[in-house]
């Protein structure tokens, strides 16, 4: 089954029970799982059909794993990852931003807007702002590949050490929903990422803005003995 293109609908019972070599009991047993892993769906008047499951994106706390992005950890999981940059300017810190940043008013920030996919899928818009005196040169930077983060990194030498994240709902306005390919209106997942360095400096802060249908927020907390 797993080589059945998307939205294949499954042959009758009795033909998969014969082309498998199985009862209609084990057959059964094994459609309730993929359905519940999401490779399988049913709908009535309709029958039981292929669909993909649910890409997972993933934040990690930087004290189970490591700061990365979402270039990097959707690699790591096998998915191919497409970046267009919508905005990429040096603009004057917007109010709701400058706090995170610990910025005055008068300060400026690189701001970068990207429309992410997987896999051909739009997944979710990433708004990501920066201190453009530490970062000048992310201004220009192409990131139509690649991770924000690990240019951070590999360019300045950000020391890119603790992530606190906020996650909440909001809706789609209709220029996103047309990026998104979703409907006006329809709920989206909003993340919130402020990360600092081991000094507690804030370096970047992100809002990303997810389809809820292919999209999944995990976190790991570890309690250790301190």
Not at 50 to 77: D, L
Not at 116 to 138: K, T, W
């Amino acid at each position: 089954m797993a080589a059945l293109p998307e939205h294949t609908l499954l042959p009758p019972e009795p033909v998969l029970c014969a082309e498998y070599g199985v009862s209609r009991i084990t057959l059964r047993r094994a459609v309730d799982g993929l359905v519940a892993d999401g490779h399988l769906v049913r709908e009535q008047g309709r029958g039981t059909y292929v669909t993909r499951p649910a890409i997972r994106h993933e934040y990690r706390e930087s004290f189970v794993h490591r700061i990365a992005g979402f270039n990097s950890v959707m690699s790591e999981h096998g998915a191919t990852v497409g970046t267009t940059v919508l905005t990429q300017r040096v603009v004057p810190v917007p109010a709701a931003v400058a706090p995170e940043l610990q910025l005055d008013s008068a300060s400026d920030v690189v701001e970068l807007v990207r429309l992410r996919s997987v896999d051909g899928a739009p997944n979710h818009v990433a708004h990501s702002f920066l201190p453009a005196h530490f970062f000048p040169g992310a201004a220009k930077e192409d990131f139509r590949q690649g991770s924000l983060y690990d240019y951070l990194r590999r360019e300045y030498g950000a020391d890119l050490a603790h992530g606190r994240i906020v996650v909440d709902v909001g809706t789609a306005a209709p220029d996103e929903a047309d990026l998104l390919q979703v409907v006006a209106g329809s709920p989206l997942l909003v993340v919130r990422t402020t990360v600092r360095d081991r000094a507690g400096l804030p370096l970047v802060h992100s809002f990303s803005r997810l389809r809820p249908d292919v999209s999944q927020v995990e976190f790991e907390v570890s309690v250790g003995g301190r």
